[in-house]
Each structure stands twice: as structure tokens, then as C-alpha cells.
């Protein structure tokens, strides 16, 4: 019974990270989240008021909704990081969602 329960439940946390809603964990930039972020580049340096000479995604997590919300650390130099939010609407349009310019490539990226 004991291991019947606790499979059950590990199984079931398991598959909470995949979730519609969940964030999932973070990882090194991809293809597809680096064209994300390269997309929005100018819509990031409109909402930041700043031009980015150095704009590299390092790293991303992504979080199933109507759709799939990006979020996206960006190396901006000088040990200077953006935190971008995209979504990628099932049709394949991506719309900047929000920035949070005051980071540090050193900053977790966490969901906001």
C-alpha cells in the first residue's frame, strides 16, 4: 500500500511541472526562444527606453496557457540582464507581454 501511494504521488508531482499553468523549469536558450527574443528586441528597447548594442538570451522557461508564455533572461552587457516575457499564441504570433529591465545576469529567472 505505502509504495502504491508514494509512486502514485511522485508520479502525480512529476506531472504537475508539465501542467497547463505550471512554469516549467529553467534552461539554457534554444532555437526557438532565441528567435522569441531576437523578435521582440524592439519592442524590449521601447518599454526599457534603452538601445541594446549586446542582446544575447541566455537562458528561458516556458509555461503552457492559451498558447505558450515565454520568459527569457537576455545578456544585455556589463554584467546586465533583461527579464522577457513573450506569449506564442497557437496561430504562431508573438506578442511582447512585459520586461523587467533591473536585473543582473546573475538574477534567477523566476516567473512574473
Known amino acids: 500500500f505505502f509504495f502504491f501511494f508514494f509512486f502514485s504521488f511522485t ?24 528567435a522569441i527574443a531576437d523578435q521582440v528586441k524592439a519592442e524590449v528597447e521601447t518599454k526599457t527606453g534603452s538601445k541594446y548594442d549586446t542582446y544575447n538570451a541566455t537562458h528561458f522557461a516556458t509555461q503552457v496557457v492559451n498558447g505558450t508564455n515565454y520568459f527569457i533572461k537576455v545578456d544585455v552587457g556589463s554584467g546586465k540582464a533583461v527579464h522577457v516575457r513573450a506569449h506564442r499564441a497557437f496561430s504562431g504570433e508573438v506578442t511582447l507581454h512585459s520586461v523587467q529591465a533591473d536585473k543582473n545576469t546573475g538574477d534567477d529567472l523566476a516567473y512574473f
Open 11 to 34: 508520479t502525480t508531482l512529476d506531472n504537475m511541472a508539465g501542467m497547463p499553468g505550471a512554469m516549467k523549469e529553467v534552461n539554457p536558450i534554444n532555437d526557438d526562444a532565441k
